[in-house]
């Protein structure tokens, strides 16, 4: 059995920016700044969607690398 860090787990990792960006959003949600008459929160929280997009394609690729890599 293999005694690697659940840190250097690619979920765990991604998790983590998922927090961190989630965070961001949160706290600029008490503020006032509009941008077309849309909170800049709004615009955070939409523009995040392509994060999130790319972070599964991330995640799911590393996963089928490091599953390639045991298997060899």
């Not at 998922?18 to 949600?29: K, R, Y």
């Not at 008490?30 to 955070?44: E, F, R, V």
Request: proline share 3%; no cysteine; glycine share 6%.
């Amino acid at each position: 059995m293999n005694s690697k860090s659940r840190l250097s787990d690619p979920g765990i990792i991604l998790v983590a920016v998922l927090l961190f960006v989630s965070a961001v959003v949160l706290i600029w949600w008490p503020t006032d700044i509009y941008l077309m008459g849309i909170s800049l929160a709004g615009w955070l929280m939409f523009g995040t969607y392509f994060i999130w997009f790319l972070l599964s394609i991330i995640y799911v690729m590393w996963v089928e690398k490091k599953e390639e890599g045991k298997e060899n």
